[in-house]
């Protein structure tokens, strides 16, 4: 048997599937989504949203109280494209070379958007409910950009929730787990110095990229040697930017890092270790190293109690099978600021599917699963009107 809220969006789902795959010709990169978010503003605007534009430059915030109830909640979904090209060969691919939605947020701004709809309409619930439409996710923590712009001082939530397409998850499939779930994230950059000269003549030189090397190489060591092996931890070197002629010995290197863990603590001896080991080995060369660290988001962390309050309401409105547990993976999410400063919350997944030429997220060939418009949205209206009982 059909719940009715499953029934009552079965009615719109062509219209917010087409609505999607608009967004989808038409995607903006991180803290450049203008047209989307007065797109988004219009929209709710027109439903009966009290509407608040310009959190983090692009963000909207919309709000609807109904009755006395003095329950807050807050739904929140990403808005912004990946710098990259897409070559999905969809009729409605990209029309922005460079310009992409390939991790779907396309798609859960429209499933926000398609709850809010008939949230506006139906009005079966009792308090405040904040719709978040967050700019910048990959890379640029708008999350933590709307925290420090005044987020929760003007739109504070009791709990707070979050979703994210998972395409290697069954259909539709609802990915739950309970404490850390996603990693931190840190981008590091060191600079090595040395001295440069000819390449006929090293001794006359320190080679600022043989110390790039020795430091990449000694970094390996620090999940292997320094870290718990029941404690996941990466360190990975994704960028040695050094020189272009092959007879001129280096005097500068950049390179570029990615930390991820699933543990503060852990995050922090990772940190100091790189210091310590990019410090001592250029010394030990007769260079020096400088660290710049970038930008860093926290570990993912999902309260257990508002986890059991989203799987009692998937599993009534799709059944126990459409509900599981997930592994931890390390990704990272920005979201993790907002469940950092409001920790009753929660962020889960949902299943685009798993057939095995479906693409992952940041993959050219990517596109969300229009399929899971629905359930995403369903669960949304489930979960404010379980939340903010009338």
Request: glycine residues 10%; charged residues 20%; hydrophobic residues 40%.
């Amino acid at each position: 048997m059909t719940h009715p809220i499953v029934e009552a969006l079965q009615t719109q789902e062509a219209r917010f599937t087409a609505l999607r795959r608009q967004f989808h010709q038409q995607p903006e990169i991180g803290f450049e989504e203008h047209r989307t978010s007065q797109q988004v503003a219009t929209l709710l605007k027109e439903w009966g949203y009290e509407v608040d534009y310009g959190l983090a430059g692009t963000g909207v915030v919309a709000t609807l109280k109904v009755g006395d109830g003095k329950k807050r909640l807050g739904l929140r979904a990403d808005m912004d494209a990946l710098p990259m090209q897409e070559n999905s060969g969809k009729a409605w691919a990209s029309q922005t070379d460079g310009r992409f939605h390939g991790c779907g947020h396309d798609g859960h701004t429209t499933t926000l958007l398609y709850a809010a709809e008939y949230l506006a309409r139906t009005r079966q619930f009792n308090g405040t409910l904040h719709l978040i439409f967050q700019p910048a996710e990959e890379l640029l923590y708008g999350g933590r950009v709307m925290l420090e712009d005044g987020l929760f001082d003007k739109f504070p939530c009791d709990q707070i929730f979050g979703l994210h397409n998972m395409p290697g998850q069954k259909l539709g499939r609802i990915g739950l787990r309970d404490g850390a779930m996603m990693a931190s994230s840190d981008t590091l950059h060191i600079e090595v110095q040395g001295v440069g000269g000819h390449g006929a003549v090293p001794e006359h030189t320190v080679d600022a990229t043989v110390v790039a090397c020795h430091i990449t190489l000694a970094l390996q060591t620090i999940v292997s040697r320094n870290i718990s092996p029941f404690d996941p931890a990466v360190v990975t070197v994704g960028s040695i930017q050094a020189g272009h002629a092959p007879n001129i010995i280096n005097d500068k290197v950049l390179m570029k890092l990615t930390v991820r863990t699933l543990n503060e603590q852990v995050r922090q001896t990772v940190l100091q270790r790189i210091h310590a080991i990019a410090i001592s080995q250029a010394e030990s060369f007769n260079a020096s190293a400088t660290l710049t660290h970038v930008n860093g988001s926290p570990v993912l962390k999902n309260d257990p109690l508002a986890n059991a309050m989203v799987r009692q309401v998937a599993t009534t409105l799709f059944g126990e099978e459409a509900v599981g547990t997930v592994s931890p993976f390390m990704g990272s999410e920005d979201f993790a600021f907002m469940l950092e400063k409001n920790p009753q919350g929660a962020y889960f997944t949902i299943g685009a599917g798993d057939e095995p030429d479906r693409c992952m997220v940041h993959n050219p060939g990517y596109d969300f699963n229009d399929k899971i418009l629905l359930t995403g949205a369903a669960l949304w209206c489930g979960l404010t009107e379980h939340y903010l009982r009338a």
